[in-house]
């Protein structure tokens, strides 16, 4: 009860804005005290509504009433402070729905600063001090407060569990390692927590790590999208300009026909007004030289009408209208069928180019390529069929199996003139380019087989280096290639598949398959895999 009291007496005494003792008190008009300086920054929160009211009561006043202090009141509070009175706890002191509570305080419990696992019980400050003071409870382990402390004290034998036995892996107490855990491997709790850490601070490390090589990773595929979008602007940009050179092409055109068409026209009428003219003038003459005859047969002197026929009845070469053509009117629908057919040709070949367009635009693979198939049944679903370019092959190399077979022979065969074909090295491409990821498999017969890839532009005159293949040599030699990864394999095919050589790069243009034959009867042929 006499606790009670003198909480009752520490609210009397405690402000109600800031729950401390009164400072410089002040009573307002309604009689409730505040510290001046609580009541005043209250007040002037309020001062744009121009009315002020008590915290407690809500009472309003108006004007804003003047504070003075309360002389009586301060010395009285003085003078509590001198015989031991404290502020009432604030709020933020008591213990709430989710705190560990002082199992000794009465009425509103106030928050737990320690909890003894000895005793077991958890403590406020003031409930905390016997075991600060009295030399029994020195002894005792004060943890941070805690609401499972049964779980820290053996359910069997009732004592605080400080022992872990590490081949049960469990905590126990004293009176257990004595008992059913006799001989086990054991330690104790905080040696075990050491332990542990340290683990635990491995495993950090990893985290850690791991999360710096994500970030890495984050911030190189925000780079990757950074290009992304820089080559898909300059690939939209560029094929803008490609199409609009196209269809200012073709407006050209069609207005240097339109403007041959006009010409020509001018040209065909101007003959034809030019004969029609001819024609008329004739018609005038004839028309003259009826009306003179007329007249004359009408005369009835004979002697004047021997006299005049003669010079009447001869008349000019007429006009020569072979020219005219009763056909039907066909003039320029020659034209238009010429333009018709290039319409067709121009669709077809886009259609046919259109094709191979979107299957580039969708061969571009930023994220997460691939991991290189380790496997050849891995491998075999890239597989390609490859066939070979009759006007790249040198003229010693004779193709067959339906252009997958390349053979060096000892005759020159009687091929036409090619820019595109080998002159000095014994070599032949691939028909199609090689994007994205694919594979293929060559059979090799005979020494001096060379396997390789090629730009389109290598050089096709001589036998320098710039000309020549050069490649990893098995009698089976399987390629895989991933081109937007810069990947390029090659493998020995048997039972297993050895990696002969591999090549990690960026690919600036499509590649062409190929092979150099440098032996008399040395065959390369394109295998069909499945």
Known sequence: MAEKGDQLDRETFSCSICLDLLKDPVAIPCGHSYCMSCIKNF????????????????????PRPVLGKNTMLAALVEQLKKTGLQAAPADHYYAGPEDVACDFCTGKKLKAFKSCL??????????????????????????????TLEEKICSRHDEVMKIFCRTDQQIICSLCFMDEHKGHDTVSVAAERTERQRELETS????QQRIQDREKDVKLLQKEVEAVGRSADKAVEDSEKIFTQLIRLIQKRSSDVKQQIRSQQETEVSRV???????????????????????????????????????LSQ?????????IDVRPL????DVTAAVSELRDKLQDILTEKWTDISLTVTEVDVLLSQPEPKTRAGLLKYSCEITLDP????????????????????????????PDRFTGCWQVLSNDSLTGRCYWEVELSGIGVYVAVAYKNISRVGYSNEC????????????????????????????????????????????YAGVRLIGAGTTAEFCKVK
């Not at 075991?131 to 382990?141: G, I, R, S």
């Not at 950090?204 to 985290?207: A, G, K, S």
């Not at 009835?300 to 005049?308: A, G, I, K, V």
């Not at 010693?396 to 000892?410: G, H, V």
Request: net charge neutral; charged share 25%.
């Open 391 to 418: 006007n790249t092959a040198n003229t010693w190399l004779l193709l067959s199996e339906r252009n997958r077979k390349a053979t060096n022979i000892s005759k020159e065969q009687s091929y036409s003139s090619h």
């Open 118 to 147: 000895n005793c077991p019980a958890s403590y406020c400050e003031k409930h905390l001090q016997p075991h600060y003071d009295v030399a029994p409870f020195k002894k005792h382990k004060l943890v941070e407060p805690s609401k």
């Open 330 to 333: 066909r003039y320029f629908e």
């Open 468 to 511: 020549r293949f050069g490649g990893p040599q098995s009698s089976r030699v399987g390629v895989y290639l991933d081109h937007t990864a810069g990947i390029l394999s090659f493998y020995s095919v048997s039972e297993t598949m050895t990696l002969l050589h591999r090549v990690q790069t960026t690919f600036t243009q499509p590649l």
């Open 204 to 207: 950090r490390q990893n985290i």
């Open 315 to 323: 008349l000019s070469e007429p006009t020569d209208s072979s020219s």
């Open 43 to 62: 007040w002037d929160e309020e001062d744009e509504k121009k009315i002020h009211t008590c915290p407690q009561c809500r009472q309003t006043f108006t």
């Open 273 to 311: 007004k030019e004969l029609q003219e001819k024609l008329q003038q004739e018609i005038t003459e004839l028309k003259r030289k009826d009306a003179e005859l007329k007249q004359l047969s009408h005369t009835e002197d004979h002697n004047q009408f021997l006299h005049n026929y003669p010079s």
